[in-house]
């Protein structure tokens, strides 16, 4: 085996061992962690001896105590004081699961907390338990995965590639990140900062909040090693899955990294790292997938807290996440100060609907409007389509920084990449195509160029602002009493109010029995009123109302004036506009009621004049109602028009392939 792939091809031809008592798409369950398991024993394999011999001299100290000494022995962050070891396990058949178990509890604290999130116990039972426990093992010796033959970043491809045969079938929105668009999107978050890429010694910090098996912090790391050896980038992390958590944590550990800086639980319910900023921030969060579990403890922080804690600027709707996880990380940004005038900078990679999800005034428009009013994005790339191994979904990624360049500030770049791809000589799942190496540099170039082409657009923040604006038209009625309208009258709830009660027993029905008596009383009064006359002003009608009430000795509160008014209105164009008041205030009509959103650049009166008064000159603003949305029409800003076909050409090919078809249908019917 001379390449990653040949190995992830042996481990993989482990899994067929499993068939029957396993179903593929739970070989993971025992693969993932065996390959962690003999990662860990061949990593260990040089130094088992000495750190056996030094564990029998210390082995009286706190547990804590005696690892640090034994670590330094074993010359990683772990060690293990069990005489077991994958060859030695093999010697003894017939009591292979209690050697295993002993041999998992011999690691130190750290390495046997990564084996419980595994919860791989069950697995061993199950094992043993089925005759598979021993040749499993036994499989899995024949593969040398010390670090001489083996080494971190090869490591790291085999991890990804395991999980990304196992998570072919993942739920959706839960999608692992090609390597290529990582790539890409690392090159984009380091652009524009030349310290990291090129000043010797310096340090800094990466975080992931949706780590999954750390494949994110792997590759900017990798990608940084290229660019400036003597950098170090170090990788904090948070996951919610738990073999993924124990996958990522893994890695850390063997790559000799602090294996403390990951963490496991829900991000967005509890935040791992409360007091922590970073220099860099990068996530792919889950599209579309509910933050139900986690909305008592969101919308109370959202409540409690509002800017002080992480999610002020709004909640989107419960059926999304994404843009929970864009104000986390936004809230883990370093603020600019002297000590760190460039602040921090973020990849995000969402699908489409951040960008235009939710009308004015929702969640996700507020985080939209908060985010490019404090002029925190700075570019959106769109990507092409079938990236991803298990879905076919468009998505982009937004960078984001608190401290833009000159030439950058108000501004958002759109850079549209949808056809840097090439095609794959053969899919993977849903994975059709793949962007080349010459294609991420291609992207990177134009967006550092930040110059205006085909593919690249330059927009101010307030291009992508608008106001939604409220425009009322009065309201005409004419009013009349006759049988229709009286019969109207009936259907409106507070007349119907009047003959029920809360009541019980004969109070209730006392009060039924007096609203039945004033139900037919206001009929009575309204009797009088039906002689023909048709009313073209509310307020006269209004006079008209109540004086034949009274002269009933019917006592109307306004909720039964205003169905009697609703019941015998009927609009006219040619009556009077209704009053609100006494001021002369004009009453808007409901139904007339209508919504324009107007771009933020332009006045609003201007607009309504120019776009709505020639239509209906009656029509006006209700500014109290104006409200302020933002959204990223990104495939407008690209859209190309393709002129039609001729129809004659249409024509000619529809009867064509008319003739064709009676032609088959000829053959058929002789």
């Not at 205006?452 to 939604?468: A, L, M, P, T």
């Not at 109070?507 to 006359?533: C, F, H, P, S, V």
Request: proline share 4%.
């Amino acid at each position: 085996m001379v390449n990653f792939q040949e190995k992830v091809n042996f481990l993989w031809t482990i899994a067929e061992i499993l068939r029957g008592p396993y179903k593929s798409e739970d070989y993971g369950k025992v693969i993932l962690p065996m390959v962690v398991l003999r990662r860990f024993d061949c990593t260990l394999a040089d130094t088992k001896d000495d750190v056996l011999a030094q564990y029998e001299q210390f082995k009286n100290l706190p547990d804590d105590a005696r690892d640090e000494i034994l670590n330094r022995t074993s010359k990683q962050k772990f060690n293990n004081v069990s005489n077991y070891d994958f060859n030695k396990l093999l010697n003894d058949a017939d009591n292979i699961a209690e050697n295993f178990r002993d041999y998992i509890n011999g690691f130190s604290g750290v390495a046997r907390d990564i084996i419980n999130y595994f919860d791989f116990d069950k697995q061993i039972e199950k094992m043993d338990r089925n005759d598979l426990l021993y040749l499993t093992v036994k499989r899995f010796s024949e593969i040398d995965l010390h670090p001489d033959m083996v080494s971190n970043l090869e490591m790291g491809y085999i991890f990804e590639e395991l999980i990304r045969r196992y998570s072919e079938h993942a739920e959706a929105g839960d999608h692992y990140t090609p390597r290529e668009v990582v790539r890409l999107m690392v090159g984009l978050m380091f652009n524009e900062d030349h310290d990291i890429l090129t000043k010797p010694g310096i340090t800094q910090t990466l975080y992931d909040s949706c780590a999954g098996t750390g494949g994110m912090g792997s590759i900017a790391q990798e990608y940084l090693n290229d660019l400036n050896p003597s950098a170090e980038l170090a990788f904090f992390a948070q996951e919610f899955n738990e073999e993924s958590y124990a996958m990522c944590k893994a890695d850390t550990l063997i790559k000799g990294e602090e294996a403390k800086n990951i963490r496991f639980g829900n991000t967005l319910s509890k935040d791992a790292f409360p007091n922590n900023k970073f220099d860099y921030l990068i996530t792919n969060p889950p599209y579309g997938v509910e933050w139900k579990p986690a909305a008592n403890a969101v919308k109370a922080e959202h409540e409690d807290l509002g800017f002080q804690g992480r999610f002020g600027a709004g909640l989107p709707r419960i059926g999304d996440g994404q843009l929970l996880f864009l104000q986390h990380l936004i809230s883990k940004m370093k603020p600019v100060t002297e000590e760190n005038p460039k602040g921090s900078r973020v990849a995000i990679i969402m699908n489409g609907s951040p960008l235009f999800t939710g009308d004015a005034g929702s969640g996700e428009s507020e985080i939209r409007r908060y985010v490019i009013e404090n002029d925190l994005v700075e570019g959106i790339v769109a990507m092409p389509p079938s990236l991803f191994y298990n879905t076919g979904i468009s998505t982009y990624i937004w960078i984001l920084t608190n401290h833009k360049a000159k030439w950058r500030q108000g501004k958002i770049q759109l850079i549209n990449a949808v056809d840097f791809y090439q095609k794959m000589r053969k899919n993977l799942g849903e994975k059709r195509h793949e962007i080349s190496q010459d294609q991420i540099d291609e992207i990177i170039k134009m967006y550092g160029e930040f110059e205006e082409s085909e593919h690249v657009k330059i927009f101010d923040n307030e291009d992508f602002g608008f106001q939604k604006i409220t425009v009322e038209r009065p309201l005409k009625l004419n009013f009349k009493v006759d049988d229709e309208r009286i019969e109207r009258l009936h259907e409106q709830k507070a007349f119907q109010n009047l003959a029920t009660s809360k009541k019980k027993g004969e109070a209730g029905e006392k009060e039924i029995e007096n609203g039945q008596k004033k139900q037919e009383a206001i009929l009575e009064a309204l009797q009088t009123l039906n002689d023909g006359t048709l009313y073209k002003n509310r307020d006269t009608f209004t006079k008209a109302l109540k004086h034949a009430l009274k002269q009933s000795g019917v006592d109307a509160k306004a909720p039964i004036l205003k169905a009697i008014l609703a019941a015998l209105g009927k609009r006219d164009e040619t009556a009077d506009v209704c009053l609100k008041n006494a001021k002369g205030e004009l009453e808007a009509d409901p139904e007339l009621r209508d919504t324009e959103n107007v771009p933020l650049k332009e006045d609003i009166h201007e607009y309504v004049e120019r776009e709505v008064l020639p239509h209906v000159p009656d029509a006006w603003i209700d500014e109290g109602k104006t409200k302020i949305g933002y959204e990223i029409p990104f495939t407008r800003h690209f859209y190309k028009y393709e002129q039609l076909r001729p129809s004659d050409e249409i024509k000619a090919e529809i009867q064509e392939l008319e003739a064709s078809i009676l032609e088959k249908l000829k053959k058929v019917m002789v």
